[in-house]
C-alpha cells in the first residue's frame, strides 16, 4: 500500500478535496440533526405540559368534590395518543386519585403515592419520558399529574433523519469528488508533465524534452513556460560543451600525436646522446691517455737531452690533458644525473659529512683547517648523490680557502619557516654578489684558472642534484671575506625509533658507506689486512666480521646492523672460507645467490689451495680467488694489489646492478 506521502499529487488534492468536504458536510448535517432532536424534544415536552395543564383544569371540580370518576374520564381521553404509557392525579396529600394505563394496562402499574410537594419536573429514563405537572387553582394546589410518555416515535423519527443525512452526505461527497476530479486535473496535470519531463530527463539526459503549455497565465503557466526556457539554454549550453568536448578530444588526439613524435623524437636523441657519452667516454679519453702518456715517457727517457722550454711546454700538454680528462669526467657526471633515478633512503646527512671530510683531511696534508660540524639531520635522500653534494662543496671550500693561514670551515643547520637548511660556509677569498646569477651554470666561473683550478661544473651538478630531490641552493658571500651555501634537501623523515638505531650505534654500525667488508676469523690476518690497506692508503671505512652469521646480518641489514642499508653496499667483500658458525661457502651462495647483493665484488682469501673449494667458489660466483702467501711482505703486497684494483682501477657495479634495494 502507498503511503500517503508517496502518493501522487492527483491523489493528495482529491484526498484533501474529499476530506475538506466530508469535514464540512458532518459538521453541517451532525448540527442540523442536533438541532432537530433537540427541537423536537423541546417541542413534545410543551405539548405534555400543555396536555398536563388541561387535565389539570379539567380535574379541579372533581378534585374539589373528590368525584373520582370524572378524573378517570379525563385521563381516559389520553388513548387518543398511542405514545402515552400511564397518566395519573394524585390528590393534594400524595395519594392517587386517578390513573390512566395506555395499551390495555391497568392502573396498578401507576405508583399509589407521590410526595404532597412534588415539583414541577420532567424525568428522562431510557426511551421514556416522564412529567410531573402541579394542579393550581388560585394559588392553592390541589394536586399533581404524572405522565409518562414514550419516545419510539421521537426516536423513530430521528433514526430516519439521519438515514436522510447520510443519503444526502453520501451524495454531497460524491459530487464533490466529482467536482474536485473535474477541478484538480486543471492544476495537477501541468505539474504531473512537469514531474514526467525532469525524470526523463534525470534518465536520459535529453534536455530536448518540453512540457506543452497551459494556455494560462497564472503560476503554473508561468512555471511552464519557465522550465521550458531553462531546458532550452541548457540544451543549448550542453551543444556548446559537447561541442567544445570534441574540439577538446581532436586537440588532446593530436597532442597525444605530438607527445608520441616528440617522444620518439627524444628517444632519438637519447640514443645519440648515450652514443656520444659512449664515443665521449671512450674515443675521447684514448687520445688524451696517449698525449699524457707520451709526454710522460717523452719526459722521462729524453728529459735530460730537451731544453728547459720544450720541458715546460711538455709539462703544459701533461697538464691541459689532465685538465681535459677532468672536464670529460664532469661533463658526463653532470649527463648522467639527468638520466639516474633518484634512489630515495633515510640518511644521516652527519655520516656523509663525516665520510667526505675525512678524505679531505687526509688530501689537504699540513693546512691548518678548523672544522666545525654540527650534527645534521635524517634526511630521504640519494645517499650517493649527497655524497657527490658535500664532496663538491666542502672541496670547494677547502680550495677557496688555501690563501688563509688558518682556514675555517663550518657545516651546520638553520632553520627557515620550519624546514631546516643545511650550510657550507667558509673564510676563503669569496666572490661578487653581482655575478652570483652566474654560479650555478655550467663552465662559469668567478675566479681565474691560475689563482684557483676547477673545470666549472661541480656546482651545476650539485645544482641538478638538490633540484632531483625537491630541494634548492643559493649562496651568500662577500669578496675575500669568505661564502655560505644553503640548501634543502626535501622532506625531512621523523625520527625513527631508538631501538635500530641505537643497536646499530651499540655495535658500532650506523649508515656510514662502507668500502671494504673483511670477513676473517683470525685476529692477527684482520689486523694485518686492516694495516696494509690503511698504509696504502685505499680505504677509509673497513668493517670486520669475525664469523659467517654476523657476516650475514651485516650483508643483508638485519639483527645488529639493522641500522644499515641497502643503499650502501660495500665495494668490496674479502672472504674467509673457514669461518665460525656459517661457512664462507654459505656467506658466498647468499651473496651471489639475492639479486640486492650478487653484483658486490666478493674475493676469496685464504689459506686453503683445495681443488674443491676452488670449483665450488667459482661456480657461486665469486670475482677472485686467491691464496694467503706466508711471507709478509707478499701477504701486504698481495693486500694492497687487490685493495688497488677494486677500489681504484676497477669500475665499481652502478646502482641499477642491485635489484631491489
Known sequence: MVRFRDATIKTKLTWMSVVASASALILATG?????????????????????????????????RFNDDGSAADTLAALRADENVITAAIYAGDGRLFASYAGGGGESAAVAATVPPDQLDEVRLAGRTLRLFHPIVEEGERLGTVDLSYSLDDLYADAWRYAAIVVVVLALSLLAAVLASARIQRIFTTPIARLAYAAEAISRNNDYSVRVAPTGSRDELGVLVH???????????????????????QRLNEQLE???????????????????????????????????????????DEYGAQLPEDAARYLQRMREGAKQMGELVDDLLNL???????VRRQVTGLSSIVAQVSTGLKRDTGDRDIEWRIQPLPFVECDPALMEVVFANLLSNAVKYTRPRPHALIEVGTVEQNGTPVVFVRDNGVGFSMKYVDKLFGVFQRLHRAEDFEGTGVGLATVQRILHKHG???????????????YFTVGSTPPPRSRGTTQRAKEHGMTDVKVEILLIEDNRDDAELAVHALRRGKLANEIAIVRDGEDALDFIFCRGPHAGR???????????????PKVDGLDVLRAIKGDPRTKAIPVVIMT?????????????????????????????RTLVKDLGLFWLVINEPPPREAFEGS
Not at 226 to 247: C, K, P, S, Y
Not at 262 to 281: H, Q
Open 607 to 635: 689459506a686453503s689451495r683445495e681443488e674443491r673449494d676452488l670449483v665450488e667458489s667459482y661456480k657461486l660466483g665469486v670475482n677472485a680467488y686467491v691464496q694467503k702467501p706466508i711471507d709478509f711482505d707478499q701477504f
Open 31 to 63: 448540527t442540523f440533526f442536533a438541532y432537530h432532536l433537540f427541537t423536537s424534544r423541546s417541542a413534545l415536552i410543551r405539548s405534555l405540559v400543555i396536555q398536563a395543564d388541561t387535565i389539570g383544569l379539567n380535574s379541579v371540580s372533581a378534585l
Open 471 to 485: 630541494g634548492a641552493i643559493w649562496a651568500e658571500a662577500e669578496l675575500d671575506k669568505g661564502a655560505c651555501f
Open 257 to 299: 600525436e605530438r607527445v608520441l613524435s616528440r617522444t620518439e623524437e627524444l628517444e632519438a636523441t637519447n640514443k645519440e646522446l648515450e652514443a656520444f657519452t659512449y664515443s665521449v667516454s671512450h674515443d675521447l679519453r684514448a687520445p688524451l691517455r696517449r698525449i699524457d702518456g707520451f709526454a710522460t715517457l717523452l719526459v
Open 335 to 341: 649527463a648522467r644525473l639527468g638520466r639516474q633515478e
Open 565 to 579: 642499508s641497502f643503499g650502501s653496499p660495500p665495494r668490496l667483500v674479502l672472504l674467509d672460507l673457514k669461518l
Open 226 to 248: 519557465t522550465f521550458n526556457e531553462m531546458l532550452a539554454h541548457i540544451q543549448a549550453r550542453d551543444a556548446e560543451v559537447e561541442a567544445g568536448q570534441q574540439r577538446f
